[in-house]
């Protein structure tokens, strides 16, 4: 399998034959809590002590270089949404017959402060003013800026291409505008699903007021598979509470981690895993959104020091690499009397959907396989009829396949259709 990433094999929410990437991002969220939960600060617990870091060893991923992601002095001064700074850029490889921005904007991170987040649009030469918006939100594994779409669609590097990303031209061609935002934000911050769900939201807004997209009064839908998902079913959650003044036509996710709970516990906490890399990934994303409780470092064995250097700044492949046949045993000080952590655990449940108590105001389409094995199908089953109760109109469907990565290939025409509906304005369907 690992042999499978390392080639660089890898989909469009499925739109290719190349599906590695989506079991890549589905394992990584299944993984999500485990060093996270492991690696928490101690609360009713007596660890050994600590083993010393090396001098210098930083929890941010190294900045990007290019000025147009650096926030600015004033950013405490603007609103959610109001764009920082705009440009244009050449179409990326196996794009066509549209125009390419990118747009810096404020957003908030998962403790409330200001960030300055990056959305890439991509506007279609041939559009009517104001038809649709469509935000996808991409599967991204990474801790790395240089592996986040909008550096990622343009590299030359073909570990870290974004081979399925031109399957967007199928919605480009019928005149929608696509956003694609940097959902992990500015620190690379995988695992935080909250966070990718805010910075959707943002970027959207940041997106409405950006006059050459011309999409001030469109009709918006959001998109996203697996990882992708977490961001797009939190951005449909946190709509009402957080962006009260959007207007959401409808959202389509699917295989969708919704409890990284019961995903960790799921996954085996001792035992070595090929993929264990993502789970640490995971751990060093939400150490950095929230430091004090989760202050990882502290509790790091000389291979989980050697692990989290290595892994500072990677994207996928390298993240399968180190981790692989690895376990949170090996990595933490003090192996599983870190598990019971009740801070750490707090942080992990609130960035899982299953346990938010909030429900969205638009439109649903959820797909996901019964049988998916790489994800808790009860969290889906059991939010899904949350939703219901709520009175949320709500399509599920659950698709003929045994798997995650064949359920994102047959769920997606589903999708489409779907939001195509939403922004023709025909009634949404229900099987609540």
């Known amino acids: 399998m690992l042999d499978y990433f390392r080639q660089g094999r890898g989909t469009l929410m499925g739109m290719s034959p190349m599906r590695a990437r989506i079991r890549t991002a589905s394992v990584g969220a299944i993984a999500i809590a485990l060093a996270a939960t492991s690696l928490g600060a101690s609360s009713g617990h007596a660890l050994p002590r600590p083993a010393p870091l090396a001098p ?51 957003s908030s991170d998962s403790l409330g402060q200001p960030i300055a987040a990056v959305t890439t649009v991509m506007v279609p030469n041939r559009k009517m003013v104001n038809a649709p918006l469509l935000s996808f939100q991409h599967v991204v594994n990474a801790t790395g800026l240089q592996c986040a779409p909008s550096q990622a669609l343009w590299t030359t590097d073909p570990n870290l291409a974004i081979r399925e990303a031109p399957g967007l031209n199928v919605v480009l061609q019928r005149g929608w505008t696509v956003a694609i935002p940097d959902h992990l934000g500015p ?23 950006f006059k050459p997209a011309a999409v001030q009064h469109s009709r918006v839908g959001l998109a996203g598979y697996s990882g992708g998902g977490m961001a797009t079913a939190w951005a449909a959650a946190l709509q009402p509470t957080y962006a009260k003044d959007l207007k959401i036509a409808g959202a389509a996710y699917g295989g969708v981690p919704m409890n990284l709970i019961k995903m960790a516990e799921g996954l085996g906490y001792a035992n070595p895993h090929p993929a264990f890399g993502l789970a640490f990934a995971a751990a060093i994303g939400l150490s950095r959104e929230y430091p004090a409780a989760l202050p990882m470092r502290r509790y790091l064995t000389p291979l989980g020091q050697q692990m989290y250097r290595e892994l500072r700044n990677a994207c996928t492949n390298d993240i399968l690499r180190v981790g692989a046949g690895h376990s949170a045993r090996q990595v933490a000080v003090g192996g599983r009397a870190l598990f019971d952590d009740p801070t750490g655990r707090h942080k992990v449940e609130e960035n899982s959907l299953a346990l938010y108590p909030g429900v969205p105001k638009t439109a649903i389409f959820e797909w996901h396989s019964p049988t998916d094995v790489l994800i808790p199908v009860s969290s889906i089953d059991s939010t899904n009829r949350r939703y219901c109760r709520a009175g949320v109109r709500l399509q599920s469907l659950l698709t003929p396949s045994p798997d995650h990565m064949s359920a994102a290939v047959i769920g997606i025409l589903p999708a489409l259709a779907f939001l195509q509906d939403r922004f023709d304005g025909r009634p949404a369907p229900s099987n609540c």
């Open 187 to 209: 620190r690379s911050a995988y695992g935080a699903a909250r966070l990718g769900g805010q910075i959707t939201l943002d970027g959207i807004r940041a997106v409405q007021q």
């Open 56 to 106: 210098g060893l930083a929890a941010l991923p190294t900045p990007l270089p290019d000025p147009f992601y650096r926030a600015p002095a004033n950013l405490d001064k603007k609103r959610n949404g109001d764009i920082l700074a705009a440009r244009s850029r050449s179409n990326p490889p196996g794009f066509f017959d549209v125009r390419t921005y990118q747009l810096s904007f404020r």
